[in-house]
């Protein structure tokens, strides 16, 4: 079949300000499956230029594709955008398959298919496999009830399959690289640049995250495969830098270090940046020198909040102490830290923001990510917060960089200001400004400087929007009416779903 992947742009000032792009993973992890099986794919990438819905739909009719797949990292802020463009295009050619994958989608497929008609099929939770067979299914007119992981509608009727086990072999699929085409995909300081993941899934129980209920289980790569995976990226694409998209990829310690060992051993040459739990940084003090030597330039942290009672609250299970320790071990081995920081989880007072603001000082990280809370609708952190009234409308700006709920002692000014002002006092500190002009690594010089120099169009970019191009409303719906009712019935037993669930009827990327 011939099929077109479609990355659409995003509204999300990560996507606008840098001018740097990275590709798809998601699409290109479906792509590799749908090339192996035999059809016909191409990628859209909209998001260089990023292009007008008027350009996406123009190349959709170019290309004249039987079915068409929309994916996005940015799921929730990018469905918007999704509904819009699909409309439009269906509109167009009202005989070509609509498929939407990802995690919004996976959760809010029943909303998703009984709004827009012009969607076709929703792929829940991972899609290299659902894919396939439903392209299968769909080439040769087989009955669609026994494919799993995916909702379409029959008639007026919108009809969940039986989910799908997570894939337990991740090298099974491979990644389809060759559909990045010529587009210059680059990061950190315009350098050539992928996105990899080494594992899926996280063992932790955040309650705010929801990585763990979509992935399901934490599983891993072939260490030495992965390795020889990113030397072929370098030889034949010309990959300088890799970020990993993993939630955790440290989490096996015995894993990892074989994927460290391998990769010195290829002598690979790569910057690599990720993230990962401050325990585990700490866990792995005595083979920090395997990190560097491997290509690490920076992990991010997400250190979230400073109190103990909030920390246990939404379930971290970290400690102040060991985020510290984390980003001294760092420091150490000339590997950057960035600590995220969220804004939200409580009533916060402006002496709860000076004494955030002191406790990140003591952290002493090398960059900081100021964040809001952003509940969705599938972790638990939802219902705490259920009742509190939504101040952001547009579903476009639920990114983490704006603020989506009510503040008890902020009005939506106020806090914006303190949070912009914390960054400054962050990034101004003579310890990072001595960082910043004199680390004697100098890559990590640079590394810092690309930082700097994105971070101040970030921040005047913020003010902008919120002044000029963003709307906020003093009467917003409570939570569970913006997100309406939700029961993950996809996550319930077959035969304890309703009727109107049954699967026998004939739909992440």
Request: hydrophobic share 40%; proline share 6%.
């Amino acid at each position: 079949m011939k099929i077109l992947l479609v990355n659409p742009p995003h509204t999300a000032i990560g996507s606008r300000v840098p001018n740097e792009h990275l590709p798809p993973l998601g699409l290109l992890s479906i792509g590799g499956p749908l090339l192996d099986a035999g059809h016909q794919v191409q990628l859209l990438d909209a998001e260089f230029g990023p292009m007008s819905h008027e350009e996406i739909v123009s190349e959709v009719l170019r290309f004249a594709p039987q079915v068409i797949m929309f994916g996005h990292s940015g799921s929730t802020s990018a469905q918007p955008t999704i509904d819009l463009l699909t409309r439009k295009i269906k509109e167009c050619l009202p005989n070509l398959t609509v498929v939407l994958g990802g995690v919004f989608p996976t959760y809010h497929w029943k909303e998703i298919l009984g709004a827009n008609p012009q969607i076709d099929f929703i792929v829940k939770g991972e899609g290299e496999a659902t894919v396939t067979e439903l392209m299968n299914a769909l080439e040769n007119e087989i009955d669609l009830s026994g494919i799993r992981g995916i909702a379409y509608r029959n008639g007026l009727e919108v009809i969940e399959t039986l989910s799908r086990k997570p894939i337990q072999n991740l090298d099974d699929y491979r990644v389809g690289w060759e559909l990045m085409g010529n587009r210059n995909y680059t990061y950190w300081g315009r350098r050539k640049a992928v996105v990899v993941q080494f594992s899926r899934g996280c063992p932790y129980p955040c309650t705010y995250c929801g990585q763990s209920l979509f992935w399901k289980s934490w599983r891993h790569r072939d260490p030495v495969k992965f390795a020889d995976e990113l030397v072929m990226l370098k030889k034949k694409f010309g990959i300088e830098v890799v970020n990993f998209a993993d939630e955790n990829p440290t989490t096996n310690r015995i894993v990892w270090k074989a994927f460290l060992e391998a990769l010195i051993e290829r002598d690979a040459g790569l910057i690599l940046v990720g993230s990962c739990r401050a325990d585990n940084i700490v866990r792995d003090a005595d083979i920090m020198h395997l990190y560097k030597k491997a290509g690490f330039e920076r992990f991010l942290l997400g250190i979230e909040n400073y109190d103990a009672a909030v920390l246990q609250e939404v379930r971290k299970a970290g400690s102040v102490e060991t985020d510290k320790e984390a980003i001294r071990i760092l420091r150490k081995h000339n590997i950057l830290s960035m600590a995220t920081y969220v804004v939200g989880f409580a009533e916060e007072k402006l002496s709860d923001h000076y004494k955030s603001l002191k406790h990140l000082m003591n952290y002493d990280p090398d960059q900081v990510q100021m964040l809001y809370v952003t509940p969705h609708r599938w972790t638990p952190f939802y219902h705490s917060v259920k009742d509190k009234k939504v101040v952001q409308p547009d579903q476009r700006r639920w990114d983490y960089k704006h603020q989506v709920l009510e503040t008890k002692y902020f009005s939506p000014f106020f806090l914006m200001l303190t949070v912009k002002l914390m960054e400054v006092a962050m990034q101004l500190r003579p310890r990072s400004l001595k960082r910043y002009l004199f680390h004697p690594d100098l890559r990590i010089r640079d590394a810092h400087q690309w930082y700097y120099r994105i971070g101040r169009k970030v921040w005047f970019y913020e003010w902008f929007t919120f002044f000029f191009r963003e709307k906020r409303t003093r009467s917003g719906p409570a939570l569970s009416d913006f997100w309406q009712p939700f029961r993950n019935e996809s996550a319930l037993p077959a035969q304890s779903r309703p009727a109107d669930q049954a699967t026998h009827r004939a739909p992440a990327a």
